[in-house]
């Protein structure tokens, strides 16, 4: 039996449909192997849930599925809907750049990530995969590529998103000394059709409509689908113990900005932003949300992250499972082609 937390989100909604595949095309030995348990709140959302499905072939909710509602903040909960299970994938996580938010960062990346391993040591769970970031191994200097060995310095160019990823991750390393069997992925920015108006989708979304900026940072970025076959492949090998990061491609903003253009056909975005407009950038949209009551589109992180240069290394996972990529043409051609269908 499989128990998922995030099933709501990007990632959680799309592992989900990869494992209703496998398991209705799989000969189980029994009915408790064949089911999925899901963890979300009674007053969920589940549009997203549900379209991911669809667009995986899945019309009728099948009846190996079962929905527990209830909160990773409630231990009770998590320890009564693990008694039975074998593997466990974390999914759920908060993700935002916005200092305001770091209450809710810290009780559910942090707090919620101790109730998951604190749960399944006790309940005896025999696999347990956590979803981490990239983020949560801090920010290296220009030049400079992050792997699964980089240290995590303390920084005041760590969000506060990157430290309460750091600090959940904490929780599983030390749930792996204790004797859980965990992997972590640390995947960088994850494409994939998911809600049009938030998170990187929201990338595809304001390119679609002709955006003529382009920042000058280059970043790490990796196919949805890729992360839950990495996820996936990792449980079924035990790679546990270790944590691997997840990079299909490093590509700069301007070239991201324009393949999603032409795959649009749209003009490419021509004005360039530097770090002096986007400084102006992001109190210009902090001042607007005051002002509207909304969270600023942009924040003084997301603004100052677009204008730096990353680089991650997937060496590991690449040399150890022979594991490819997908390529982001592919990736972003794929999303371009559902968003039009679907708008």
């Not at 407009?277 to 949209?285: C, G, H, I, K, N």
């Not at 594991?323 to 679907?342: H, N, Q, W």
């Amino acid at each position: 039996m499989i128990f998922i937390t995030g099933c709501t989100g990007l990632l959680g909604s799309h592992l989900v449909a990869e494992l209703v595949n496998v398991k209705s095309q799989s000969q189980c030995q029994s009915q408790s192997q064949c089911q999925i348990k899901l963890l979300c709140r009674e007053n969920s959302d589940l549009s997203l849930f549900h379209k991911v499905l669809k667009r995986y072939g899945i019309d009728e909710m099948p009846d190996f599925i079962e929905f527990v509602y209830g909160d990773i903040l409630d231990y009770d909960i998590l320890e009564a809907a693990m008694r039975d299970v074998d593997e466990v994938y974390h999914c759920a996580a908060v993700v935002s750049f916005d200092p305001t938010d770091k209450n809710s960062l810290m009780r559910v990346n942090v707090e919620g990530t101790k109730n998951m391993v604190n749960a399944a040591l006790n309940c005896g769970v025999k696999k347990f995969c956590h979803v981490s970031s990239i983020a949560a191994l801090g920010r290296a200097l220009e030049g400079e590529t992050i792997d699964e060995e980089s240290p995590w310095t303390h920084s005041k160019n760590n969000s506060v998103y990157s430290n309460s990823k750091h600090q959940g991750e904490m929780e599983v390393w030390r749930g792996i000394a204790e004797g859980l069997n965990a992997t972590i992925v640390n995947p960088s920015l994850i494409l994939g059709a998911g809600k049009w108006d938030s998170g990187s989708c929201e990338l595809f979304n304001t390119i679609a409509k002709g955006f003529p900026f382009y920042t000058t940072g280059i970043n790490g970025f990796v196919d949805v689908k890729d992360v839950v076959r990495a996820m996936m492949t990792l449980m079924e090998n035990n790679k546990f113990g270790q944590r691997y990061c997840l990079n299909g491609t490093l590509i700069s903003y301007k070239d991201l900005f324009s393949l999603m253009a032409y795959n649009f056909k749209v003009k490419a975005p021509y004005i360039k932003v530097g770090k002096t407009l986007s400084e102006v950038a992001w109190r210009v949209f902090w001042l607007i949300g005051k002002i509207k009551g909304k969270k600023p589109l942009i924040t003084k992180e997301t603004a100052r992250t677009s204008t730096r240069k990353y680089s991650y290394s997937s060496a590991k996972i690449i040399n150890e499972l022979n594991f490819k990529f997908t390529p982001i043409e592919e990736t972003v051609r794929e999303v371009c082609e559902l968003y039009m269908k679907e708008k």
